[in-house]
């Protein structure tokens, strides 16, 4: 296929194998199914952060994403219990939702660059979070609880999708929803930096004024960026509204933007699948250093920091230095 | 005909301070012309006002009789006035052939989302990109070092490489901004060279430089400017022998030394 090795082709047949094949295998014998949901997450994590690093590769320090897994996570809520939507059109809408939001918000704040744009991202999640907190229809404090799960997603007669509550192994039903979203996700930002369009969010991370010079419209390229990235964000969160049936103005919070953007650190800016792994590291390290009770946080932060002195270019600077040298237009 | 690009009283203040004020000029199709002037002159701001990477306090920019003053810098370039940076202002981390593929944007027949979906516009887009730029940089000296990394090039090579960005947007105007700052006598006049090849493309040039000994073997005309002011226009010859160029230049005439 396009702009792809056959050494890339193989591995990534290979990785969706893995993925789909041998881990529920793995997961089923051990008669954990536990790890299914913990795995879901990671997934779900992953696509939020796939978003972050979008803004990453064009320039922006984003911290902002819990923002739109709370709104994405709230409009699927509300759409699905006020309005009776089925989950299957309350997502993509949710994404939406998400994507027309940053583009208002967008289109001032990211002007800014480094810090500041940083620091106003920053403060996003927080909104979000008083704004649910506040407003009438996402019931404050209290949350939104029974959300429906799933239902049969059907087209023209023949049901794709069967529905989730008559599902037996509802985990594993979930953990394959996250997944091939997560593939789908990851797939179409290869296929985006193997693309012109990589060339032009690159060349928007290195010099917006040398862009602006060669004819590119460089805020409508920032905005479709953010917009994407939000969607993303938004997806993320509304299938963990899915999941656990409910949202408060806390699922979501600046925590968890912070991380999203540490995911991307953790497994390098410089490759388009870092997030992913970033992700995972950082979720079982963090669950790993469970038994270490109160010194958690610092010994998580003291590897963190080591980590990002030892390999400022994050993990996968350790192998796939040829993989990155490929450039666009394949 | 409308002027090729005419400045007319083109006025810049940053606050109180007058950078440039009520400047007036033409370019003409096909020529080398100069803008110099003393440190502080108001030049980097003229050449910004130029190319609409500031917004003039008063009079405007227009290019065959379309006024640019003002645009967003894009849009000014998809009317065919492109800028160079001075320094070393490139896509650091890209090859020297991805930095002037990504620069032939405006040459782009497919959409985004065509380029996404690798139509076969976008296909077609690609190899004819790829063609251009290996002949850009063929013409300023570069093919050899196309699949280097752009951040690895000596500073002679960057400035090549800057206008082969510039080229690349098929621009009618190239305004190169002090494209021999730095260099030594040796890699001025291989930077001579490359602005004649600019030209003989057919695209008119316009610079703002200091180097004095290149601007007098470069252009066709030159257009001085102190404390923000036009203070002469002519031939490079006019220019030398001008009372006030000199003055400006060198300070006040003083009979008591003998100058």
């Known amino acids: 296929m396009i702009g792809m090795s056959r050494q890339f082709m193989l591995s990534s047949i290979l990785f969706v194998f893995v993925l789909l094949v041998l881990v529920p295998l793995a997961v089923n014998m051990s008669g954990r199914q536990d790890l299914f949901y913990t795995l879901t997450s990671v997934a779900l994590l992953a696509i939020a952060s796939g978003g972050v690093w979008l803004t990453f590769y064009i320039g922006r320090i984003n911290i902002g994403q819990g923002a739109f897994s709370l709104l994405g996570g709230y409009v699927s809520a509300i759409l699905m219990v006020h309005y009776g939507v089925s989950f299957w059109l309350a997502l993509p809408i949710a994404g939406i939702a998400c994507s027309i939001v940053s583009v208002l918000i967008g289109l001032p704040i990211l002007r800014l660059r480094g810090v500041y744009f940083a620091m106003t991202s920053l403060v996003l999640t927080q909104v979000m979070q008083l704004l649910a907190l506040a407003l009438p229809i996402t019931n404050g404090a209290k949350g939104m609880v029974s959300i429906p799960l799933p239902g049969a997603l059907t087209l023209f007669g023949v049901t794709l999708i069967p529905d989730f509550a008559t599902i037996g192994n509802l985990k594993q039903a979930f953990y394959f929803l996250a997944v091939v979203l997560m593939i789908a996700c990851y797939a179409g930002l290869y296929r985006l930096t193997r693309s012109r369009l990589g060339a032009i969010c690159v060349s928007l991370q290195q010099n917006e004024e040398l862009s602006a010079s060669i004819g590119i419209n460089i805020a409508a390229m920032r905005v479709l960026a953010y917009a994407v990235s939000s969607f993303l964000g938004g997806i993320g969160g509304a299938i963990f509204v899915a999941i656990s049936q409910s949202i408060y103005p806390s699922s979501f919070t600046v925590t968890d933007s912070v991380n999203f953007m540490l995911n991307c650190f953790l497994g390098g800016l410089g490759y388009v699948f870092g997030p992913m792994l970033g992700t995972l590291v950082l979720y079982f390290g963090w669950d790993l250093l469970y038994r270490t009770a109160d010194y958690q946080l610092l010994i998580f932060s003291s590897i963190l920091i080591a980590l990002m002195l030892v390999l400022p270019n994050g993990l996968l600077s350790l192998r796939l230095k040829a993989l990155a040298k490929g450039g666009h237009y394949g | ?259």
Do not use: W
């Not at chain 2, 440039?20 to 110099?36: A, D, H, K, Y």
């Not at chain 2, 000296?141 to 960057?158: F, I, K, R, V």
């Not at chain 2, 930077?191 to 493309?201: G, Y």
């Not at chain 2, 022998?241 to 100058?259: H, P, T």
């Open chain 2, 1 to 259: 005909m409308a002027e090729f690009l005419s400045v007319s009283g083109v006025t810049r203040r940053f606050g109180g301070l007058v950078a440039v004020n009520n400047v007036s000029f033409n370019v003409r199709e096909g020529e080398i012309m100069t803008v110099i002037g003393p440190n502080g002159a108001g030049k980097s701001t003229l050449f910004k006002l130029i190319c609409s990477f500031l917004r003039t306090t008063e009079g405007e920019v227009r290019f065959r009789g379309e006024k640019i003053s003002d645009l967003a810098p894009h849009i000014v370039a998809r009317k065919g006035v492109v800028r160079t940076f001075q320094e070393a202002t490139i896509f650091k981390t890209m090859t020297v052939r991805d930095n002037v593929i990504v620069a032939h944007h405006l040459r782009s027949k497919a959409s985004l989302f065509g380029y996404f979906l690798n139509s076969a516009l976008a296909r077609s887009d690609n190899a004819a990109f790829r063609e251009s730029a290996d002949e850009i940089l063929a013409t300023m000296g570069l093919s050899g070092l196309a699949d280097e990394l752009a951040m690895s090039l000596p500073q002679g090579h960057l400035r090549a490489l800057g206008m082969a960005i510039g080229l690349a947007s098929n621009p009618m105007l190239l305004l190169l901004d002090e494209p021999f700052a730095g260099m030594n006598h040796e890699e001025t006049m291989q930077a001579v060279d490359l602005v004649r090849c600019v030209r003989d493309r057919g695209v008119t040039v316009l610079l703002v430089e200091h180097d004095m000994s290149a601007v007098m073997k470069i252009s066709e005309r030159i257009v001085v400017l102190n404390f923000g002011e036009k203070i002469a226009q002519g031939t490079p010859a006019e220019i030398q022998s001008n009372e006030r160029v000199i003055e400006a230049y060198l300070g006040v005439e003083d009979d008591s030394i003998g100058l």
